[in-house]
């Protein structure tokens, strides 16, 4: 009687723990690189952002906002890196005037300065494209037209948490 109580119980707990994530299953595809899922999550405790996308393939995290997306690896902690667009230097350029204003340290000027190194930038690769053009018909079908898509995008920005 007792091990029927415990599973009737684990289940419960169970239950309560999967509905409370507020992640919903958009699609599970297998591809060349791996299997990639996208998620959709709401109600998200975050002053900034309600919702999101997530899409999961292999070590790799991409996760789509309204103004930006950005891709986190596993095997890399404290560091995300940001889709960039238009051309790189015009990307520099506003984001040295911005550092300019706010920052009291030469080095960090020094790094936006070295953005094209392959440290700090990493141009798109196949499975980057492959993510981020599904993400962009998983945004269309929802809708969601004021999101970030990946059109015009030249690569990832590495910037630490």
Do not use: P
Not at 105 to 131: A, R
């Amino acid at each position: 009687m007792k091990i029927k109580q415990l599973n009737i119980l684990f289940f419960i707990i169970f239950l309560m723990v999967s509905c409370s994530t507020n992640r919903k299953l958009i699609e599970k595809k297998k591809t060349e690189f791996g299997t990639l899922i996208f998620y959709l999550e709401t109600d998200l405790n975050n002053t900034w952002y309600k919702k999101r996308i997530l899409a999961k393939i292999d070590n790799s995290t991409y996760v789509f906002y309204s103004d930006k997306i950005i891709k986190e690896l596993k095997d890399e902690e404290r560091l995300f890196h940001s889709l960039i667009f238009d051309n790189l230097e015009k990307w520099k350029e506003i984001q040295y005037s911005r550092a300019l204003n706010e920052t009291d340290s030469l080095t960090g000027l020094e790094n936006i300065k070295n953005w094209s190194n392959s440290e700090y930038f990493q141009k798109l690769n196949k499975t980057d494209s492959l993510v981020l053009s599904k993400g962009n018909k998983v945004l269309d079908s929802l809708n969601w037209s004021d999101f970030k898509k990946f059109n015009g995008a030249i690569g990832f920005l590495t910037e630490v948490y």
